[in-house]
């Protein structure tokens, strides 16, 4: 059996690309007719994670241009499914260094405040009434910690595995996937399991760990009053048709997910939503690579659930109603400057801007909640083991769900600043001291808003 499936590999992921992607005869015809020779990665610069170091014994720098953020010759070996094109790529290749699987953590000391928060007059007296008062709390902590195994089970069939330790001890699956890779051609490769978007600025390989600054407002983002959990960071479960040109300056995706927002059941709301992509770069003489890139996702939430004695079923959402996003980014390179743009635009149906399910009338002048919002992210790469980062991030609410609604109400302005320094950067660990302030401006009504911040010093391990 395992013979007849390595002899016939490549027509057994034929089979299961037809199978999951009826569709892919609507690719453009430039793309399926693409006649490069195969791309062979050069020996002297490949590594994604410490593992991929250490199997091929090459430098953090190859692919990264502060780790764990990929450059493009790192999206590049990604894009090929973790394959030079030599005879390391095999799964059964051994050396002494190699070890593969890759462990990451953080300890760390941190500060969170936040004000204007509504806590009891008296202390445990729920009686006396609230007030509002800054909240702070500090001290030593742990982040969650990741271990990460990638490779290849094969040639052209590629994987990856992250379960996660959160701090207080849950474990869960961060990624989980097998894809197919170069199907006929490198534009043809399927992915299928729980994996990332391929957002361009991705949140799971950026350079800010503090509880404000450690993730993309946008991409979560959800309008006041809403009740859409959708989230653009998060990873998702579906399949996802990509291609990419020799050097992948020229990328596309296509992915059809289930609409959990990447939590392991079946879809409450029985649909699916979709997300494309497209990107392409180009080199701006002594400047650099430059890369600009789009995408649309569209889906749909439920608004109710079936009940037994009054409580939710889960998995029997009813009521879809529709959504989007859409918007496009920026990765462009100035000498040691990095600037990362981005902007999106949003909008939710009024069912979900209002919390309102389906088969109820909606109040009284509700309309669609949309926002615009973006950010620009700045890297300096003082030299490959110091880099100073900061990002201001806005949103800006163009229409609320209900007429009563403040027009400022849900306002978001967001300041990060910080430096990593990474005294250890060898191909079987790595190690970054880690340094950021985080600041974020929430509206809240009218004049009213709430601050909060992160302090964080820590070390970044990863081995």
């Keep these: 059996m395992v013979r007849w499936f390595l002899k016939g590999s490549r027509s057994v992921k034929w089979s299961l690309l037809t199978s999951f992607l009826p569709c892919a005869s609507l690719i453009v015809a430039m793309v399926l007719g693409d006649s490069q020779p195969a791309y062979t990665l050069p020996v002297n610069k490949v590594m994604a994670i410490p593992a991929f170091a250490r199997k091929y014994g090459l430098p953090c720098s190859g692919c990264h241009t502060a780790w764990p953020e990929l450059n493009n010759f790192g999206q590049t070996f990604r894009d090929n499914g973790y394959q030079l094109g030599n005879d390391r790529d095999s799964p059964i ?3 002494p260094s190699y070890f593969p699987i890759t ?3 953080a300890p760390r000391w941190h500060r969170e405040s936040m004000n204007h928060q509504p806590i009891d007059a008296v202390t445990g007296d729920a009686e006396s009434g609230l007030v509002q008062k800054s909240v702070t709390k500090h001290g030593f902590d742990l982040s969650g910690m990741d271990i990460w195994a990638a490779g ?6 590629s994987f990856s595995l992250l379960p996660a330790v959160e701090a207080n001890g849950t474990v869960g699956f961060e990624n989980a996937f097998v894809r197919f890779d170069n199907l006929k051609s490198r534009w043809i490769n399927v992915k299928f399991g729980k994996f990332e978007l391929d957002n361009m600025i991705s949140e799971k390989r950026f350079l800010f760990l503090s509880d404000n600054g450690g993730m993309y407002q946008l991409y979560h983002f959800v309008p006041p009053g809403g009740s859409n959990n959708f989230a653009l960071g998060e990873n998702h479960l579906g399949v996802e048709l990509s291609g990419h040109s020799v050097n992948s300056y020229t990328r596309y995706g296509v992915a059809v997910l289930g609409g959990t927002n990447g939590e392991p059941e079946l879809p409450a709301n029985r649909g699916y939503d ?8 180009f080199q701006a003489g002594s400047l ?11 889906g749909q939430r439920p608004t109710f659930s079936l009940t037994s004695e009054g409580v939710p079923i889960p998995g029997t959402g009813r009521g879809n109603k529709p959504f989007y996003r859409v918007g496009f980014s920026g990765d462009l390179n100035f000498g040691k400057l990095h600037f990362l743009p981005f902007f999106m635009h949003g909008h939710d149906n009024a069912f979900l801007g209002t919390s309102t399910p389906s088969h109820e ?8 909640p949309s926002w615009n919002g973006g950010f620009i992210e700045t890297h300096y ?16 609410m163009a229409q609320q769900a209900l007429p009563s609604t403040a027009g400022n109400v849900g306002n978001i302005d967001a300041y990060s600043v910080g430096y990593r320094w990474y005294p250890i950067m060898f191909s079987r660990a790595g190690l970054a001291f880690h340094n950021e302030y985080s ?17 964080l010093v820590g070390l970044d391990i990863d081995f």
């Design 274 to 281: 979709t997300y494309l992509t497209f990107s392409q770069a």
């Design 152 to 157: 290849t089970l094969y040639k052209n069939i």
């Design 93 to 95: 290749y051994q050396n």
């Design 381 to 396: 790469h003082h030299s490959p083991q110091l880099v100073f980062v900061q990002r201001f991030e806005i949103i800006r």
């Design 103 to 105: 462990f990451r953590i």
């Design 288 to 298: 650099g690579l430059q890369r600009f890139g789009t995408f649309a996702y569209i």
């Design 439 to 455: 600041i974020v401006k929430t509206q809240t009504g009218g004049a009213s808003r709430v601050w909060s911040s992160s302090v």
């Design 361 to 368: 009338p909606l109040p009284a002048g509700a309309q669609a």
